[in-house]
């Protein structure tokens, strides 16, 4: 599990140093000096989110103390970056900072996570998150008029404490989607404080950024909390069935190329290093823009964005159309009659290489039952493999993926037709 490197975005806020900015070799020079750039220029921001998510109970005022540590820590070490100090990972550096608070660790009760060191520390903050944030005081609101006079007095204070705040409500959250909500609430502000109903403005931009939010913060728990209980090889097959169905002409070895990336990102990502998880899914980006003609014909327009709107871009763009070459069935995994022989040279990168052609073919599925059709498929070449005759046992397979599909349709409609009856009240209960 790469040392708990969780694949998402992390942010981390410094630097040039080697240790500090992590480059890979695979890593093009170009996109690491802008995302190098971009991190420069946005430390404060990474850092409210970071300590935001970890301690979510602290004040604004509280968090103001660690950014302004952070900057002055970042910018000795951009000065002298030969300094022992300045070697640190970064996570660590700002674990470290957050512990040296006068007063805090005991006040919000994580004492017991600054007494651990690297990893053991690391993992203690992630479980420390809570994902009820009932405790919180209800989200600050202000009337239009003194909202838009709040920022035009102090455009950073106001996007700081929105930005603390939306952070501290969704620990979860990958740091570059909270990146891009602060980023697009700014345009809002901007827009509807040139309006004169500036009420009905805000009602009707910001309402599509939180739903943005949400949505985005819902599959990222949710496929976290699957790497976390499952490990790598469930979100491994998670994101083949993700990535075959959004881009279905890619080839199966640039797909393999390319998870290797995502996976890296998850790794920081989900453990909540909000500097690693902002460059490693830089790096995803940038491996996806720089192979559009063999990735897909829908990003062209993303691509030319900055960050972090591209990436956001990338993820939202529309599903490319199924190539007119490809067939709607994969001979080769239920026809061939080496299927067997096949499967027991490499069963990681056959299976995969079966979720990816189907996943391809079926853009129309979802992918949980995507993964159960794999699944179907795994158990019956177990089965078949020990007969007599295996090829006349898998030639069946596309009738076993039929029924699995039309069954997990079934149950979809019982479940429509029973919120229909009973209403979601009633759904809860039966």
Do not use: W
Not at 82 to 99: D, M, R, S
Request: aromatic letters at 10%; one cysteine or more.
């Amino acid at each position: 599990m790469k040392q708990l490197k969780f694949s998402g975005f992390i942010f981390f806020l410094l630097f040039l140093t080697e240790s500090l900015s992590l480059l890979t070799e695979t890593q093009d020079v170009d996109s690491f000096g802008i995302t190098q750039k971009f991190i420069e220029e946005n430390t404060g921001s990474i850092t409210i989110i970071a300590f935001a998510q970890y301690v979510q109970e602290a004040t604004f005022d509280e968090m103001e103390i660690l950014v302004k540590d952070i900057i002055e820590y970042r910018d000795k070490c951009l000065a002298h970056k030969t300094l022992p100090e300045c070697a640190e990972i970064a996570i660590n550096v700002l674990q470290g900072k957050i512990c040296s608070i006068e007063g805090l660790p005991q006040k919000y009760n994580f004492s017991h996570c600054c007494s651990k060191m690297g990893l053991e520390r690391r993992l203690c903050f992630l479980y420390n998150k809570k994902a009820d944030v009932g405790f919180l005081p209800p989200f600050p609101t202000l009337d239009p008029e003194e909202k838009c006079q709040a920022y035009k007095n102090n455009r950073e204070s106001f996007l700081n404490r929105y930005t603390h705040e939306v952070a501290r409500r969704n620990p979860f959250a990958f740091g570059p989607t909270l990146l891009t909500v602060a980023a697009r609430f700014e345009e809002v502000a901007k827009t509807c404080c040139e309006e004169q109903q500036k009420a009905n403005c805000f009602q009707a931009k910001a309402a599509p950024i939180t739903q943005y939010l949400k949505a985005m913060s819902s599959y990222q728990k949710t496929v976290c909390g699957a790497f976390l209980k499952f490990g790598p090889k469930v979100l491994n097959s998670i994101n083949i069935a993700v990535f075959s169905k959004k881009f279905p002409k890619i080839e199966f070895k640039e797909l393999t190329s390319l998870l290797e990336d995502v996976s890296s990102m998850y790794d920081g990502c989900c453990e909540g290093d909000v500097l690693q998880c902002i460059r490693y899914q830089s790096q995803v980006m940038s491996h996806i823009c720089s192979k559009q003609e063999s990735i897909s014909s829908k990003i062209k327009e993303c691509c030319e964005e900055k960050m972090p709107e591209r990436e956001a871009c990338i993820i939202n763009s529309s599903k490319d159309g199924r190539p007119q070459d490809l067939s709607l069935r994969e001979a080769k995994f239920t026809d061939n009659e080496n299927v067997c022989q096949e499967r027991d040279t490499d069963p990681g990168n056959f299976f995969a290489e079966f979720l990816y052609e189907y996943s391809r073919r079926h853009p129309e599925l979802s992918t949980p039952e995507l993964l159960r059709i794999a699944r179907v498929y795994e158990d019956l070449l177990a089965d078949c493999c020990n007969k007599e005759n295996p090829p006349d046992c898998y030639h069946q397979a596309e009738d076993k993926f039929n029924e699995t599909t039309e069954r997990s349709l079934r149950m979809v409609q019982q479940e429509c037709e029973q919120l229909q009856n009973l209403g979601k009240d009633g759904l809860k209960y039966q």
